[in-house]
């Protein structure tokens, strides 16, 4: 069957610390992946995705950066957390035709 | 500019009775509109995709229709239960095919009462 995982699940982090959040997919073979993130109260923004390994494309500029190392996995990081940078991270992917979009169950991220 | 507009106030509604929410977008031209139900802490969960070329979708208790000359999708939720209190969000995929993206709206909340 077709699953995605998505770790950790909370993390508190100071000011300046690096990040890595990890996504990994299984079932499947060259998934779309997504990287969104809901800041409190808002709604989703999509930060970063990609068609294949090594590809990214970014939507939005900022502290944040993105990678495909493997097909199935997904990788979410910065070097230095800024205080904007708390919110809900979501890690999705497109499994096509009428089925939609499948997302993990997030990471909350709380930078202090 | 590009905008998906879904109201902000929360949808009250008592159970039994159907829920209307409203997704209106601007400047986009998406292959597919797509909703989404969101629980508290947890990611968006899919509900129902509809076309551009289709008018209305069905799926048990919830309906779709998409009007692409208004730019505007209503969802109905029929015979509503408590257990449907959550937000919804609209979505629309847009880009060529292979490299398409879901843009959300701001989503709506509602709240179905015993």
């Not at chain 1, 909370?10 to 990287?35: A, D, I, K």
């Not at chain 2, 829920?19 to 899919?46: E, H, I, K, M």
Request: net charge positive; hydrophobic share 35%.
């Amino acid at each position: 069957s077709q699953t995605i995982h998505q770790w950790p699940a909370t993390l508190v982090q100071p000011v300046g610390s690096p990040l890595s959040l990890e996504c990994t997919v299984e079932g499947t073979s060259n998934p779309n992946l997504y990287w969104y993130r809901q800041a409190a109260g808002r709604g989703l923004q999509l930060l970063f995705y990609s068609v294949g390994i090594g590809q990214i494309s970014s939507e939005v500029p900022q502290n944040l950066s993105a990678s495909r190392p493997q097909d199935r996995q997904f990788i979410l990081s910065s070097k230095k957390l800024l205080l904007s940078d708390s919110g809900f991270y979501l890690c999705a992917w497109k499994i096509g035709g009428s089925y939609g979009y499948t997302f993990g169950s997030g990471t909350r991220l709380t930078v202090v | 500019s590009q905008k998906i507009e879904q109201n902000s106030e929360a949808l009250n509604i008592q159970e039994g009775k159907t829920a209307t929410l409203t997704c209106n977008y601007t400047n986009y031209s998406p292959a597919y509109l797509q909703w989404y139900r969101q629980d508290p802490g947890r990611g968006p969960v899919f509900l129902l995709l509809i076309r551009e070329n289709e008018k209305e979708k069905r799926k048990e208790r919830l309906k779709v229709t998409f009007d692409t000359t208004l730019k505007q999708s209503l969802f109905h939720i029929t015979a509503s239960q408590p257990a449907d209190s959550a937000t919804y969000l609209c979505a629309l995929d847009i880009g060529r095919t292979g490299f398409q993206k879901l843009v959300f709206g701001t989503g709506t909340r509602l709240l179905v009462s015993p």
